[in-house]
């Protein structure tokens, strides 16, 4: 599958914003996708990922109660809205497809995606 990540931008503390994720090929909805971050100079760290189905959303502690993670299979799509951004958000955000062996249990792990898009850069100003 092919991913092409888009919606990243400026804006200011507190603010919003959507990004999505367009995904190419037959074999979307049999993928748990994920959006990843990296900021300059860290690791690339995990955000949020949804089932195959969308009926499970995990997050990372960091964005709890501030982004959601949602998906159309139809449109083959995965959406990442983030409301009351702050500062530390700023960052590259990459979507990504598991592996088709991957399990829940390795949905934070970054090695088990295969399919990562190019990545959009979110900025948040103080």
């Known amino acids: 599958v092919q991913l092409q990540a888009s919606g990243g931008g400026l804006v200011q503390a507190g603010g919003s914003l959507e990004l999505s994720c367009a995904a190419s090929?037959?074999?979307?909805?049999?993928?748990?996708m994920a959006w990843f971050r990296q900021a300059p100079g860290k690791e690339r760290e995990f955000v949020a990922a949804?089932?195959?189905?969308?009926?499970?959303?995990y997050y990372a502690d960091f964005v709890k109660g501030r982004f959601t993670i949602y998906r159309d299979n139809d449109k083959n799509m995965v959406d990442l809205q983030m409301n009351s951004l702050k500062p530390e958000d700023t960052s590259i955000y990459y979507c990504?497809?598991?592996?088709?062996?991957?399990?829940?249990?390795?949905?934070?792990?970054?090695?088990?995606?295969?399919?990562w898009g190019q990545g959009t850069l979110v900025t948040v100003s103080s």
């Open positions: 990504a497809a598991q592996t088709l062996g991957g399990t829940m249990g390795t949905l934070t792990l970054a090695h088990m995606y295969d399919s």
């Open positions: 090929g037959r074999s979307f909805s049999n993928r748990r």
């Open positions: 949804i089932s195959k189905s969308g009926d499970l959303k």
